[in-house]
């Protein structure tokens, strides 16, 4: 077992690739397990001669007519220097002994060739094709001293430990089998193999605009861990997982070194994280372990660590993770990226827009590596037309990259309405306007000139409607939504708020988590769900109503895009809540003027109108909303093409009076006090 001193060990050729290293040592184990077999059965016979001669075929080819005296050493003296093998980049990782490397390749031989299998079968006392311990102490100790030494390394040393290597059976030790990790075989030549139990992420690594977040106290230590190779547990926080994930990934590539992003199930058992642990070492990169999260309150326990040797990246929510690993705990938190930040990103990941970079950076708050994935979309589908990428191209890539299901209560749509289509006020499409100016000069006016001091909030836009039915508050949201060249998601409130307890909360951090992946504007109508007068405590329910208002409005302060809100009735509205937002924007029903201009608006140029049909008189005449102006519009065209002619005055005026019938108002008569046009 020990090393054999004033012995001359052959190195293995240091261009040697891993399946190569591999094969030949399981070819000079083969020729130690002939010699051993030959000592043992002077007269083998049956399936035994069998195997005598492929283990002499096995060696002869490996060794080329050299004698196996020259490899009487262990695996772990002939490492050659050089570029690490992976079976060398394990053993140094978890200070395995020359014993315990030749015993992982004993235990690999059946992984090796189906040969190896068959003559290991037929050792086994139970037919099984793995090498014994009981082979392992005949091949590798010379007296009992070593025997005392192997039954020790099987019980306490790090190939096992740490999961490397497996005892499987029962009955006596020297009976049970050697096993390798699962899938780990393959790694050791060559091969990017991973077990089904551990699920990989692969994802796109940018360091655009996080030199900021990079330079930051906690950030720096973390680096220096990964430098150093430090045994620590460094802990990335954020709101959303994805924010820290990739954070993980530019953190370690920021430190030169390359990661595995893995994504834990809720319940990680200690094998699983003992596979990682060998396969990272074995590959030589840094473990990233996402924690799995259950729909219940429950924080996902961390995976223990403490037979890994070095640092190990875990991307959590804050306060979502529970660690009881005894080793240093660095701890560094991913805010998202601040205006500035964004701009240089925008500007390291398109530099074809770099003179956009502002405008890209308030319409898509991403991460480096989103923004480096929408770069590649938009150069391709550029590339296809013959031109250079434009604004078009990425918010193209945004939409398609943001697929996602949607809960009941959420519409997605993509903005069409334009402002020539919104009729307000001159005042208060000013308002608008200006929302949309606060978005997209976030950059100069926050970190440029320094206004609000990093204040909690400061970043986004909230607003609200209010105003009746059918005065255009949602067809605004969507001009805004078209402005900003991003979607439009539409919560209904009243349906998104539920009478079981939590949920309301859940389906809440579902629809911000779409619209900050998606970069979408959020449009809530029926604000008075969730933001009216706050109700006095009577049970359960209503503490529980006030909490989920609360949480609304914590999650609404961090939002950094643009969310509306909408209502019907702007007295039922929490004045604590009006005070969070940047506008309140009045939707006034129309007057005379501006209903003119929507029978103009909701009247196509290619519509037939016949000469009967005068604008001015359904304008002064019908007091209504432009929601109920455009139905009216739409059900005239229907009624004209059903009787094959143009749209007269007589189809408007029908149209117009069910459009009150629906709505309940009382109808104001004809124009001229003429009959009604309802059969």
């Known amino acids: ?176 089998s050697l096993l390798v990790a699962d899938t780990l075989w393959p790694v050791l030549g060559g091969i990017d193999a991973w077990p089904e139990a551990v699920r990989r992420r692969e994802i796109a690594v940018g360091l655009h605009g996080l030199a900021h977040w990079l330079r930051e106290p906690p950030t720096e230590h973390a680096l220096s861990a990964l430098a150093s190779g430090m045994a620590c547990i460094i802990l990335l926080s954020a709101e959303d997982e994805r924010v820290a994930r990739h954070r993980a990934a530019a953190l370690t590539q920021a430190a030169g070194l ?68 005894l080793r240093p705990l660095l701890e560094v938190s991913c805010e998202r990226l601040g205006p500035s930040a964004l701009r240089s990103m925008w500007r390291g990941a398109m530099p074809e827009l770099r003179g956009q970079a502002a405008l890209l950076a308030a319409r898509y708050p991403a991460e480096p590596a989103s923004a480096l994935a929408v770069a590649t979309d938009a150069r391709a589908r550029a590339q296809w037309q013959g031109r250079r990428p434009n604004l078009d191209d990425v918010a193209a890539s945004v939409r398609a990259r943001a697929g996602a299901s949607l809960q009941g209560g959420v519409k997605r749509l993509r903005p069409l309405a334009t402002w020539e289509q919104l009729v307000l ?57 078209r402005a900003l060249a991003v979607d439009l998601l539409v919560v209904d409130l009243s349906r998104v708020v539920s009478k079981w307890l939590g949920e309301t909360e859940k389906n ?55 969310a509306i809100l909408a209502t019907n009735h702007r007295q039922n509205i929490d004045p604590a809540f009006l005070r969070r937002l940047e506008a309140l924007v009045e939707f006034p029903e129309p007057g005379r003027e501006e209903r003119l ?18 604008l001015t008189e359904l304008a002064a005449h019908f007091p209504v909303v432009g929601g109920l102006i455009r139905n009216a519009a739409v059900a005239a065209a229907f009624l004209a093409a059903a009787n094959a002619s143009p749209v007269t005055r007589q189809h408007l005026l029908r149209a117009v009076q069910r459009e009150y019938e629906k709505s309940g108002k009382a109808f104001p008569g004809m124009p001229g006090g003429e009959a009604s046009t309802s059969p």
């Not at 492929?54 to 220097?81: H, K, N, Y």
């Not at 834990?264 to 372990?289: E, K, N, S």
């Not at 950059?443 to 009746?468: H, M, N, T, Y």
């Open 597 to 614: 201009a929507l029978w103009r608006c909701h009247l196509p140029p290619k519509a037939p109108l016949a000469e009967d049909v005068r």
């Open 508 to 562: 809440l951090a579902e629809v911000f988590d779409t619209a900050e992946k998606a970069s979408a504007v959020l449009f809530f109508d029926e604000a008075d769900a969730l933001f009216g007068r706050r109700t006095e405590i009577s049970d359960a329910h209503d503490r529980y109503a006030n909490l989920e208002t609360a949480y609304l409005l914590a999650r609404l302060e961090r939002f950094e895009g643009l």
């Open 258 to 325: 390359a990661s595995v992003i893995i994504d834990l199930p809720p319940d990680p058992t200690p094998a699983v994280a003992q596979l990682i642990g060998v396969h990272a070492l074995a590959r030589g990169v840094v473990p990233i372990l996402c924690l799995g999260y259950r729909n219940e309150p429950t924080t996902p326990q961390v995976p223990a660590c403490a037979r890994y040797p070095g640092p190990v990246l875990v991307c959590a929510r804050p306060g979502g993770a529970a660690i009881d690993d």
């Open 1 to 176: 077992m020990n090393k054999s001193p004033g012995r001359t060990h052959e190195a293995v050729d240091p261009g040697l690739s891993p399946a190569e290293r591999l094969a030949l040592e399981s070819a000079i184990l083969a020729g130690r397990l002939l010699e051993l077999l030959k000592q043992t059965f002077s007269q083998p016979d049956g399936s035994l001669a069998s195997a005598l001669s492929f283990l002499e075929a096995s060696f002869q080819q490996a060794a080329r007519g050299r004698p196996l005296a020259i490899w009487q050493g262990t695996a772990a003296e002939r490492r050659s220097a050089g570029a690490a093998h992976p079976l060398d980049r394990l053993a140094d990782g978890l200070g395995l002994s020359s014993c315990e490397v030749d015993l992982l390749l004993l235990a690999g031989l059946p992984e090796q060739h189906e040969g190896y299998a068959d003559v290991l079968r037929a050792l086994h006392p139970l037919a099984v094709p793995a090498a014994t311990v009981g082979l392992a102490a005949q091949l590798f100790c010379r007296d009992a001293d070593e025997r005392h030494m192997l039954r020790e390394l099987l019980h306490t040393g790090p190939a096992v430990t740490a999961g490397a290597l497996r005892i499987a059976g029962e009955g006596p030790l020297v009976t049970r």
């Open 425 to 481: 006020p001159g005042e208060r499409l000013e308002q608008l306007r200006e929302a949309i100016d606060r978005l997209i000069h976030q950059v100069q006016v926050l970190e440029d000139w320094g206004f609000l001091g990093g204040r909690a909030g400061a970043r986004g836009v909230r607003l609200l409607f209010s105003g009746p039915p059918g005065t255009g508050k949602t067809l605004a949201a969507e001009v805004m939504a």
